[in-house]
Structure formats: C-alpha cells, structure tokens
C-alpha cells in the first residue's frame, strides 16, 4: 500500500469527491424544492425562473392542517385584528378558516390521513417484523421436509407486481368489509412485507452462531427463553434493517391505498394528490403536506442508524 | 458434586452415518475423563449427547443413576464450555457469569456473591465491566470456565475448550484448568484432539475412532499398553513405529524379522510370552525403544540413517532397515547426519505385537 499519495492519486480522489457531490446534489435538489415550496408565499411557489431566496413562512402548514374555503369578501378591520396570526395569514392568502357553529377550528383531512398511515404502517411493520423473525428462525435452526421449497413459496408471493391482484383484492375486500378499514390495509401491507420479513431475517439468524443459544440451553434456560435472551438481541441490527425497510414500503405504498381506501383508512401518498383537486393548486400547501410526510421515515431511518451500519460486535465467538 | 455419570450402549445416526457406535462408559464422581480421538470420530456428539444438545438413537445416559436422555438440556444440571466460548456479545463478563444463576431464580445479592467469588477464583475480577470483544483469547476461556463453574452443576463437560487458543496460552491454560479441577474436583468430560492435552490432564483417557470406543485407561496404560494399531499410533509423539514382521528362529533363539530385511532382532522368549504366533503380525515400537549404537555388535543390525529432526532436547533418527523406515530417539547430536550407518537394536521390553488383520494387541491385557 502507498503510504504517500502521489499526484495522480490526489487528481483522481479529487474527481470522485466531485462526482459524489455532483450525484448528492442530483439526488437532493427534489428534497430541496419540496422543503423550501412548503415554505413559500403562494405566489412565488409558480415563478419562472423559480425564486431561491424568500422569506420563509409557515402558511402553507396552517392550511394544511386546518380547514379552509375561499374568501367571497375580505374581513373586515375588526375581524382582522380580533383574529389571531395564524388565521391572518391564512387571511392574506385570500382564504379564511371554516370554523363550526360554536367558533371552534376544524382540522381539514391531512391530520387525520397522517395519523392514518403512522397507524398503519407502524403496525404493519411490528407484525411482518416479529411474524419474519419467528419465521425465519425456524428455517435457520430446525430441519423441516421441503425447508428450500417452502422457502421459494414464501418468496414466490413477491413475484408477481401486487397491482395486478389489486381488482380480485378489492372484491374480495368488499364481500368480508375490509374495504377502508384499518385492519384491511394493515393485513396487506403485513403480507407484502412477510415474504421480504422472512428472508432478510433468515440471512441475519443464519450468521448468529448456534453456540450462543446451546450455551443457554445448558445454562438452564429453555428454547423460548433462549430465543428471547440470546437470539433476539443479537438479532438487533437485522431487525432493525427489516422494520426499516417494512416501514418504508408500507409507509409510501400509494396504489392499494388508492384503491382500497376512501375516508375513514385513508393513508397520506393518497390524500396528498387529491388535493390538486379542480381550480387551481395551492402547490405550497401539497409542497408541505409532502414534506411533513418524509420526515418519519427519515426520523425512524436516523434513528436506527447504528444498526444498519452493521457495527454490531461479532467479536465473541473464535473462530 | 459427587456426580456419576454411565452411558450404556448410545448410539446414533445421524441420517445413514453411524456416528456413534454401541458406547459404554462409567465416569466415577471426581473424575476428569478425557474423549480422546480425531475429529469426527464421535467424541463431541457424545458430549454433547451427555448435556442433551443431541439427541441418541438408542441406549441410556444416567446421571446418579437416573436417566436423563429424555429431559431437556435445561433440565440436566449440566454445564459446558464450548471451543467457541460462546460469550454472549451484547453482555457484560459480569453479566455472562450471572446468566446461568438468573435462570435458576436465585436473589440479586446470590448472585452477585457467586459472580465475585467465581472472579476471585478465576482472577478475572478486573474484567468483570468488559465485553467479550474486549478480552484476550485466555480471558474469554476463563470467562467460559467461570459462567460454567459458577452454577456449581453436577458435571463440566468441555468441547476443546482450548483449542482455539495460541500454542504457549494453551499450556498455560491447561495447566490452570488441572489446578481447577483439583480445587473445584467436579465429575469433568473433556473433549480434545490433542493427545498431549489428553495425557496431561486426564484421569482416565477415553480414545475413540470411527464412532466407537477403542481404548479407556490411565494416561499411562494408554501409552505403555495401547490395545489395538489406532491407539499405539494415535497416543505418543512421534508416533509409534509400526512394521510388518515374521517371527522366527535363528542359531534356536526366537528373532523378529521385519519383512523385506535379511536378518532379525534376536528377542527372549519372555518378551513374546502369550503372543499369538498364527495370524500375521504387526510390530509397534515406540521411538524410545529403537537404540541407535556406532559400534557394531552381534545383536545389533545395520541400518542407514535417512532423516534427522533435531528437536533440542533430542533428535528422532529416520533409519532404514530392509525396506522399512524406524523412527528413533537419540540424545541431540548423536547422528551427525544423513546417510550414515549406524547399528540398531530393539528394546524387547516395550515392544507391541498387534494382529496385523484386526489391529488388536495380541498381549493379554496385564
């Protein structure tokens, strides 16, 4: 190995330093244009050329979440001033708050279709995550008649792109009323990911060595405990990498929650379109539902991110 | 712990392959038992059949008296040291050596008590903050012994527990463990492929091949009075010579031939007393017993020396006589080098006679 770099080697760290930069930009300029959009004035939302430098305002994120209508005339001065700041700027965006009959503030569909997807997605993921762990311990430690082909079986169920069952599930939903139900999009998503659930956990269970639990076995515990107090931590990090990447594909999934979903279930990747509705779009506040949107995936993934990084101590074990 | 432990006709297959064949033993309470034998001969199914991490065919495993090849591991107060370790990463050494007492239920206080004393014992007090990752070869194995020892379980059974370890820690660590089992006198099973660990620490060495017990004895009567071809070959380094031989008589003295060589050794009746002479016989003769002289005499033969390997202490002398190659030891020096004649003879007294068919000894056992 050099220990010195010479010229060229300088040159060329130089241009791959680059060419990463060049390809995060790329791959950050949409996350950019999402953040600052949600943080626009309406007007310069739509600009051409677009405008880079404003004075952010939180706008948008007030009539994301509260319900709003056109303003048929402008308040009066009293109103103006009676009203609190967060309905002045909705005031200045020529909108006003719908409040019910007792004054009270109305949350429009975003909260809602938000809370919606955490419950769903969270739960789906806890479900196909410890479901896949169980599974895939098994495969690991047990002998079982056709062990390979069940495995491919379980496989097999992500071979086929899901939309193209998505008309027969959504009979099927309607006859046993899953339809926009919670529970319906939740054994979904648990079942999409099972498969993957599986497989990831298997490769990681395959790599904790057999010692470890036969060394609690003879310590006095049984199999089950020895699963929870040996196996399960050392499995940290694949169960981390699994539920991340569960929480991913059922926290963005869009076409089923399209199809299967109205109202009541509905997640937000479906919410957030139908919100271009007719007239014209207020992008900003689409801009800022989008961006509240990615924030827990980009929470859950930061926090989990130790174990992804695989760091885990493999050290105990000479081999 | 006055623990005794008898197999009584274990066998096992795993799918066609018969890895353990009809084994019987009985291990007296104190006892360290050594399975001695190359790998895959059966000697760490057996262990493990013992602490039922595998399950037997047929036969019956009884401790104190009472079969247990039925319960589960958990249930057989038993405890191993795996060459592994086997240290739980994600603990504490600390915590490591509580695990097995945490599974009995015992108070916090117990506990603790127990761990520090283990510790003590072991001199791994320091360590007992740390991480497996953090701690040498030799420490993780001392962790390995105290999380066994620390249950006070009726017997230790050990899979190599050293031979993960360098040449000088192994020494070192083996001579701790001799000075643990003296203190500690648990019933110990102790697996290992390394015949000088096996001489070395074992009351009673247990070699087996292929799946089937050859030869249980004092380290000893194993080396001095191997039953059959695989222990006289597998016990003693280097290893014992063996030759293909024709008994027979010379000037009306019996004389030992070996094939493809002129003459013979003359040998006394005594050393051949209770030797059967009608199958074809092998001669076993242990580097020691070859005498190397440079000057001639009658008794001796000529041979020529082919290789020296000088081992500080000694050298081992490869000579040729007839066809056959006999390994010697001689005091260091005593060969200056290849291709010279010395005079060779035999030690009738530590000569082996195995039946050349079978491999059995053909001494009766004395």
Known sequence: MAAVQTTSERALNKVAIISVLIVTIIFLAPIYWIVSTSFKPRNLATTVPPTIVFEPEISPFVKLTLRRSQLREQPTPEEYAAAPWWERLVFDGGEKIVRSGRGEVQLSGYPSRFVNSLIIAITSTVLAVAMGTFTAYGFSRFKMPGEQDWLFFILSTRMLPPVVVAIPMFLMYRAVGLNDTHVGLIILYTAFNLSFSVWLMKGFIDEIPKEYEEAALVDGYTRMEAFFKVVLPEAATGIAATAVFCFITAWNEYAFALIMTRRDAQTAPPFIPSQVGSGLPDWTVIASGTFLFLLPVAIFTFLLRNHLLRGMSFGAIRK | ???????????????????????????????????????????????????????????????????????????????????????????????????????????????????????????????????????????????????????????????????????????????????????????????????????????????????????????????????????????????????????????????????????????????????????????????????????????????????????????????????QTLRARTESGFVAGEGQEVWVNLDPEQAHFFDRESGLSLRKAQ
């Open chain 2, 1 to 323: 712990m006055t623990t005794e432990i008898e197999l009584r006709n274990i066998q096992k297959w795993f799918g066609s392959n018969q890895v353990i064949k009809d084994f019987n033993l009985t291990i007296a309470p104190h006892e360290f038992i050594v399975m001695l034998g190359q790998s895959g001969c059966g000697k760490t199914t057996t262990l493990r059949a013992i602490a039922g991490l595998e399950t037997i065919d047929d036969g019956d495993i009884l401790i104190d008296g009472e079969p247990v090849q039925h319960l589960k591991c958990s249930d057989r107060d038993i405890a191993m040291v795996f060459q592994s370790f086997s240290l739980y990463p994600h603990m504490t050494v600390y915590e490591n050596i509580a695990f097995p007492l945490r599974a009995t239920r015992m108070g916090k206080a117990d506990i603790d008590k127990a761990v520090k004393e283990i510790a003590r014992i072991l001199q791994i007090s320091d360590l007992l903050d740390k991480r497996p990752s953090a701690l040498s070869g030799g420490d993780m194995q001392r962790v390995a012994i105290g999380r066994a020892l620390v249950r006070q379980p009726k017997a230790m059974l050990m899979d190599e527990p050293i031979g993960a370890l360098d040449a000088k820690l192994r020494e070192q660590m083996r001579a701790e463990i001799k000075r643990l089992h003296v203190k500690q006198g648990s019933t110990t099973v102790y697996v290992t492929h390394d015949q000088v660990e096996a001489m070395s620490l074992a009351d009673r060495i247990v070699i087996m091949h292929d799946g089937k017990l050859q030869q249980v004895g004092r380290p000893e009567e194993v080396y001095l009075h191997p039953a059959n071809l695989f222990v006289a070959q597998f016990v003693g380094s280097p290893v014992m010579n063996v030759a293909d031989i024709d008994i027979g008589t010379a000037d009306s003295a019996t004389e030992i031939r070996l094939q493809g060589s002129e003459k013979g050794f003359a040998f006394g009746d005594a050393a051949l007393t209770g030797i059967r002479r009608d199958a074809p016989v092998a001669l076993g003769i242990r580097p020691e017993a070859v005498l190397l002289s440079h000057s001639k005499s009658n008794d001796h033969l000529s041979a020529v020396t082919t290789n020296i390997e000088p081992l500080g202490s000694h050298d081992i002398v490869d000579v040729k006589i007839g066809g």
